[in-house]
Nanobody, 123 residues
Framework: QGQLVESGGGLVQPGGSLRLSCAAS??????????MKWYRQTPGKERERVAH????????NYADSVKGRFTISRDNSANTVYLQMNSLKPEDTAVYYC??????????????WGPGTQVTVSL
């Protein structure tokens, strides 16, 4: 069973930047087989999808709340997906989760999650 591990979270002032990383290891699927997504969640709220990137990075998609400020990218040779977050706002404070989705040869979906990394935007 593989795992995803996020890193790069922390405390940053409003207007600042952070770069999150999510490294994949131990999967039977190759990393390029996964559609990768970043989600975030705050206490008492549902998990919100922040960004999405297709298998080879040809297409990306963002929540309206982060468009123009966040950029998702991936390096398939490094088995890693990134989330560059600029112009951070206090409302971006959340636990950020990495998600990997793939289909096997039988069409069955497989979804994996990392443990999350805390991002806090505050003075």
């Amino acid at each position: 069973q593989g795992q995803l591990v996020e890193s790069g979270g922390g405390l940053v002032q409003p207007g600042g930047s952070l770069r999150l990383s999510c490294a994949a290891s131990g999967f039977t699927f190759s990393f390029s087989h996964f559609v990768m997504k970043w989600y975030r969640q705050t206490p008492g709220k549902e998990r919100e999808r922040v960004a999405h990137i297709t298998r080879f990075g040809a297409r990306t998609n963002y929540a309206d709340s982060v468009k123009g400020r966040f950029t998702i990218s991936r390096d398939n040779s490094a088995n890693t997906v990134y989330l560059q977050m600029n112009s951070l706002k206090p409302e971006d404070t959340a636990v950020y989760y990495c998600n990997a989705d793939a289909e096997d040869l039988y069409g069955m979906g497989h979804s994996y999650w990392g443990p999350g990394t805390q991002v806090t935007v505050s003075l």
